[in-house]
């Protein structure tokens, strides 16, 4: 009959939209590659844990390369892409990231020992790989474990011109902190408890020389440890020297972090500011005081962070290389 087929080819164009859209907007779950790679978990954490034996830099290196990853175009292992062909990719970004190394040379290590197992070759994404490796390296440092939900897909783009504007700044101020997070539905909670990733890790002098030769010195930071830290960082940047970002315990993963910011030891005007504007210092007071209210914390905003933006179902691809597209 005339009249049914378009009818039919309705219903069919509609359940073609719903039912692409669906896969598309699939979740993430815990138990995603269960059966396509069931020992994922394992082949990454030993990667990990054989490559902070190697270097402690690992540790910082992968946590700050996945929350890269996730403010530029989501999770999607777009921040591993090299530059190639003419194409000036997200890491090689003029801001000068200075993402280490040792972060990318992870994921690469974990994906050849993943694609190892026939079962599982090409069939983990670099975008889950890099998310599990980052709970790796925070547990191996004394920091909370969590589940972390897996289903990623890697992006197929990656340039640099997609960071400008992306990423927070040391310099930022709380209004400016929070409407970034927010913009990726990360509540001030989270962007408090996501900032205490600066318990581990270095910075170069570059990002923190305007608060200690600044007239007057920045009047946030704590008189002590201005004067250490020019001890440390001569008035001409060397951008060879790179320090710890938390001086207490600066190979540990704790809440040291939000007590140095009670002390003005907040490296960043973007970590001081956490305890200097009234609307976040009971956060940063709560945490101080409870280490398990901030792992806690810690924990639901990564998984938080984990969801930004991600590609699943057909969207993207698996990446055969992390750092090239196939
Ligand atoms: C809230 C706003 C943030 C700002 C303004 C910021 C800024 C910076 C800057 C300027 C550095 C030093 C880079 C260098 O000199 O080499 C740094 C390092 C680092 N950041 Fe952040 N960051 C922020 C949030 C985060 C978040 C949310 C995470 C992870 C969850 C993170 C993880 C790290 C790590 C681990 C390092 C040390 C990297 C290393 O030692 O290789 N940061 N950050
Ligand atoms: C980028 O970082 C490298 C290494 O930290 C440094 O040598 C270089 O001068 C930086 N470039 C810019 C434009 O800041
Ligand atoms: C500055 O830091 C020292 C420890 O380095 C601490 O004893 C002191 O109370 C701090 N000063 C302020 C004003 O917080």
């Given at each position: 009959?005339?009249?049914?087929?378009?009818?039919?080819?309705?219903?069919?164009?509609l359940?073609?939209?719903?039912?692409?859209s669906?896969?598309?907007?699939?979740?993430?779950?815990?138990?995603?590659?269960?059966?396509?790679?069931?020992?994922?978990?394992?082949?990454?954490?030993?990667?990990?844990?054989?490559?902070?034996?190697?270097?402690?830099?690992?540790?910082?290196?992968?946590?700050?390369?996945?929350?890269?990853?996730?403010?530029?175009?989501?999770?999607?292992?777009s921040?591993?892409?090299?530059?190639?062909?003419?194409?000036?990719?997200?890491?090689?970004?003029?801001?000068?990231?200075?993402?280490?190394?040792?972060?990318?040379?992870?994921?690469?290590?974990?994906?050849?020992?993943?694609?190892?197992?026939?079962?599982?070759?090409?069939?983990?994404?670099?975008?889950?790989?890099?998310?599990?490796?980052?709970?790796?390296?925070?547990?191996?440092?004394?920091?909370?474990?969590?589940?972390?939900?897996?289903?990623?897909?890697?992006?197929?783009?990656?340039?640099?011109?997609?960071?400008?504007?992306?990423?927070?700044?040391?310099?930022?101020?709380?209004?400016?902190?929070?409407?970034?997070?927010?913009?990726?539905?990360?509540s001030?909670?989270?962007?408090i408890?996501?900032?205490?990733?600066?318990?581990?890790?270095?910075?170069?002098?570059?990002?923190?020389?305007?608060?200690?030769?600044?007239?007057?010195?920045?009047?946030?930071?704590?008189?002590t440890?201005?004067?250490?830290?020019?001890?440390?960082?001569?008035?001409?940047?060397?951008?060879?020297?790179a320090?710890?970002?938390?001086?207490?315990?600066?190979?540990?993963?704790?809440?040291?972090?939000?007590?140095?910011?009670q002390?003005?030891?907040?490296?960043?005007?973007?970590?001081?500011?956490?305890?200097?504007?009234?609307?976040?210092?009971?956060?940063?007071?709560?945490?101080?005081?409870?280490?398990?209210?901030?792992?806690?914390?810690?924990?639901?905003?990564?998984?938080?962070?984990?969801?930004?933006?991600?590609?699943?179902?057909?969207?993207?691809?698996?990446?055969?290389?992390?750092?090239?597209?196939?």
């Open positions: 009959m005339a009249a049914k087929s378009p009818f039919l080819l309705l219903l069919l164009s359940c073609l939209i719903l039912c692409f669906s896969t598309a907007n699939a979740q993430l779950s815990q138990n995603f590659y269960a059966k396509i790679c069931p020992n994922v978990e394992s082949i990454v954490r030993n990667v990990v844990a054989n490559k902070i034996k190697q270097t402690f830099v690992t540790i910082p290196a992968t946590l700050r390369l996945f929350f890269h990853d996730c403010f530029v175009q989501g999770c999607d292992a921040v591993m892409i090299a530059s190639a062909g003419g194409n000036t990719a997200e890491k090689d970004h003029e801001d000068n990231m200075s993402l280490a190394g040792d972060g990318f040379d992870t994921v690469i290590k974990a994906k050849a020992e993943v694609d190892k197992v026939l079962q599982c070759k090409n069939k983990v994404s670099c975008a889950d790989i890099l998310a599990l490796a980052t709970r790796d390296v925070i547990a191996m440092s004394g920091g909370p474990s969590y589940a972390v939900e897996l289903g990623r897909r890697d992006g197929l783009t990656s340039t640099a011109s997609s960071v400008t504007g992306k990423l927070p700044h040391p310099t930022d101020n709380l209004n400016r902190l929070n409407a970034l997070f927010a913009s990726h539905r990360l001030q909670t989270d962007m408890a996501l900032s205490a990733a600066h318990t581990v890790g270095f910075s170069h002098c570059g990002k923190f020389s305007n608060r200690i030769y600044s007239n007057p010195i920045d009047p946030t930071l704590n008189k440890y201005a004067k250490e830290l020019q001890d440390m960082c001569p008035r001409i940047v060397d951008p060879r020297i320090i710890n970002m938390d001086p207490i315990t600066p190979r540990k993963f704790d809440n040291e972090y939000f007590k140095n910011l002390k003005g030891m907040g490296l960043f005007t973007s970590d001081q500011v956490l305890f200097t504007d009234a609307r976040s210092r009971q956060t940063v007071n709560t945490f101080a005081q409870s280490s398990t209210a901030f792992f806690n914390a810690f924990a639901a905003a990564m998984t938080k962070l984990g969801r930004v933006d991600v590609k699943t179902g057909n969207q993207g691809n698996i990446r055969i290389r992390c750092d090239a597209f196939n």
